[in-house]
């Protein structure tokens, strides 16, 4: 059984840094691409960022190039986005999420990934 475990939310005043990890257990973590996700009230989920399953390929979306950086560990099977700069319009829920197929390149769509975590909240206050 897979499970998908986010952690490192938290407040911070714009401007600020928060760094979000993302542990898989249970599963080969090392060839899938990861992805980084969030929801904002009353919005539909967003793809952020994701990361192929060597670490070689990533991507971000326009709202956050720039300014967050995402990493992969696949010896501790851990995953992190370095988010700087940031703004209020970046609180939001924040999930992380394994690739339904192997050794894939990643993706921001949702529906590309079926493991996902219960996420860890990003509140930037003004």
């Known amino acids: 059984q897979v499970q998908v475990v986010e952690s490192g939310g938290g407040l911070v005043q714009a401007g600020g840094s928060l760094r979000l990890s993302c542990t898989v257990s249970?599963?080969?973590?090392?060839?899938?691409?990861l992805g980084w996700f969030r929801q904002r009230p009353g919005k539909e989920r967003e793809g952020v960022s994701y990361i192929s399953w060597s670490g070689g390929f990533s991507d971000y979306s326009d709202s956050v190039k720039g300014r967050f950086t995402i990493s992969r560990d696949n010896v501790k099977n851990t995953m992190y986005l370095q988010m700087n700069s940031l703004k209020p319009e970046d609180t939001a829920m924040y999930y992380c999420a394994a690739d339904a197929q192997v050794w894939r390149l990643g993706s921001l769509r949702p529906s590309d990934y079926n493991y996902w975590g219960q996420g860890t909240q990003v509140t930037v206050s003004s």
């Open positions: 249970g599963s080969t973590f090392g060839n899938r691409a």
